[in-house]
């Protein structure tokens, strides 16, 4: 009886593993190959572990005040060891990929000093969270009070991922901000870049399907239902015809706005502070504080002995 192998060589010795392992030239892909990326698994995992202690009334046998202290200062001191080494690989990967002159202790320590900030942004993170939850209860008549919203709403999840993958976008990290947003997107069907701005008590109503682009900047106090685009109306493309990255494209919403279901407003248009978009509505250009944008009225019509539209 012969017994067959999944690692079984060619003529040259080669086996399947042979052109998995090997440096992608060219394309954009020169980073890979060359070293380990980050671990996704540990990397949503911390930053879980982080959003628990946001809350930590939530976490399961540390019901006195002193056992939460002793937990959060556990956690925390083991969190930040972990998260610098996956940070420490997502820095390698930019040197590699932009040819970036830089030492191993230069980019620990810049890991170990992501992993610090991204701690003690934790405080601000906690008041942005009640302050979301809040505006949550003040929104939805079905929200019986602001823990139910912190304890139980996909946008209230969503919106504090996003303000840990905006923590870490503003720091320079690469790979991971983008990593915690499409995790929760996946996680609540809203789609939050981790570039985009937003402000004090945002709330998100139902929130499937929401979308909203790198570039966008949003107020306080901004309320959004499910369906609502906050994208691009065109890419600039450079002289090689490559999309020209970074540029601002996206709205700005100002302070007080609400913008109901399924309405999409795109490219770099300003939506003055206090103004209400209706449903479905599709808008292209800046509108002044104070602004009512609906769709107009529905034709009505009858059907008279049967007859079609």
């Not at 052109?19 to 996704?40: E, I, K, N, Q, Y």
């Not at 570039?215 to 609502?228: F, K, M, N, P, S």
């Not at 490559?242 to 913008?259: C, N, Q």
């Not at 479905?280 to 007859?307: C, D, M």
Request: with cysteine; glycine share 12%.
């Amino acid at each position: 009886m012969t017994s067959s192998s999944s690692s079984t060589a060619d003529a040259a010795g080669r086996t399947v593993a042979d052109p998995l392992l090997g440096v992608v030239p060219g394309s954009g892909f020169a980073g890979l190959g060359a070293g380990p990326l980050p671990d996704r698994e540990t990397v949503l995992g911390l930053v879980e572990r982080l959003h628990a202690l946001l809350v930590p009334e939530t976490l399961p046998g540390v019901d006195e005040l002193a056992q939460r202290r002793a937990y959060i200062e556990r956690e925390t001191h083991d969190i930040e060891p972990l998260m610098a080494s996956q940070v420490v690989l997502a820095l390698r990967f930019r040197d590699r990929l932009e040819a970036r002159d830089t030492t191993e202790p230069e980019r620990l320590a810049s890991s170990y000093g992501v992993a610090r900030s991204l701690i003690e942004a934790l405080p601000a993170l906690r008041q942005h969270l009640l302050e979301d939850a809040w505006a949550a209860y003040r929104g939805d008549p079905s929200c019986r009070d602001p823990v139910e919203a912190l304890y139980a709403f996909p946008g209230v999840f969503a919106i504090t991922r996003h303000r840990f993958a905006h923590v870490l976008q503003a720091l320079g990290v690469p790979l991971l901000p983008r990593l915690v947003a499409e995790h929760a997107h996946r996680l609540t069907g809203i789609d939050i870049h981790p570039g985009a701005t937003i402000g004090r008590e945002f709330f998100i109503d139902h929130g499937t399907g929401v979308v909203i682009g790198e570039t966008a900047e949003i107020g306080d106090r901004v309320t959004l239902y499910q369906g609502v685009t906050l994208g691009a109306k065109s890419f600039q493309v450079d002289e090689s015809g490559h999309l020209v990255k970074g540029r601002p494209r996206h709205p700005i919403v100002e302070d007080d706005v609400t913008i109901y279901a399924s309405a999409t407003v795109l490219g770099r248009v300003r939506i003055g502070s206090g103004s209400v978009i209706g449903g479905n509505v599709w808008l292209t250009h800046s509108v002044p504080p104070g602004s009512r944008i609906y769709q107009a009225k529905p034709l009505e019509a009858g059907f008279e002995q049967g007859g079609g539209i």
